[in-house]
C-alpha cells in the first residue's frame, strides 16, 4: 500500500519561499507519476505541479509557473515542492499525490493515493 507523508508547511510572509516535502513508501511499480496539489478553504482541490519519477519534464499550473519547482529524488523516494515568492492566494492546505499510471502525467490527471496534507499560511 502506497504511503505519502507531507512535510514543511508552515507560516510565511508574501514574497518569502517555503519547501515542501513528501516521503513515498510502498510502491509496487518502478515508476509512478507524483503530483502536488492544493485546496484553499472553500475551495476545490486542483492541480499544482507533477513530474515522472524517472525524470522528464515536469508540469505546472499556470498559477505558480516560475514560482515553483517540483522535483523527485528517486534514491530517497522523496518528493520536493519548491515555492519561491510566495503570494497569499497560495496559501493552502497542500497534498501530495502518487499513480502508478506514468502517461501523462500532468495535475489534471487522476490520482489514486494521498497524503494527509501540510498547511501553507501566506501573510500579506
Known amino acids: 500500500q502506497v504511503q505519502l507523508v507531507e512535510s514543511g508547511g508552515g507560516s510565511v510572509q508574501a514574497g518569502g519561499s517555503l519547501r515542501l516535502s513528501c516521503a513515498a513508501s510502498?510502491?509496487?511499480?518502478?515508476?509512478?507519476?507524483m503530483a502536488w496539489f492544493r485546496q484553499a478553504p472553500g475551495k476545490e482541490r486542483v492541480g499544482v505541479a507533477s513530474?515522472?519519477?524517472?525524470?522528464?519534464?515536469?508540469h505546472y499550473a499556470d498559477s505558480v509557473e516560475g514560482r515553483f519547482t517540483i522535483s523527485y529524488d528517486s534514491a530517497k523516494r522523496t518528493l520536493h515542492l519548491q515555492m519561491n515568492s510566495l503570494k497569499p492566494e497560495d496559501a493552502a492546505m497542500y497534498y501530495c499525490?502518487?499513480?502508478?499510471?506514468?502517461?501523462?502525467?500532468?495535475?489534471?490527471?487522476?490520482?489514486?493515493?494521498w497524503g494527509q496534507g501540510t498547511q501553507v499560511t501566506v501573510s500579506s
Open positions: 510502498g510502491f509496487i511499480y518502478p515508476s509512478y507519476c
Open positions: 513530474i515522472y519519477s524517472g525524470g522528464g519534464t515536469p
Open positions: 499525490a502518487a499513480n502508478s499510471v506514468v502517461y501523462p502525467c500532468t495535475p489534471d490527471d487522476e490520482y489514486p493515493d
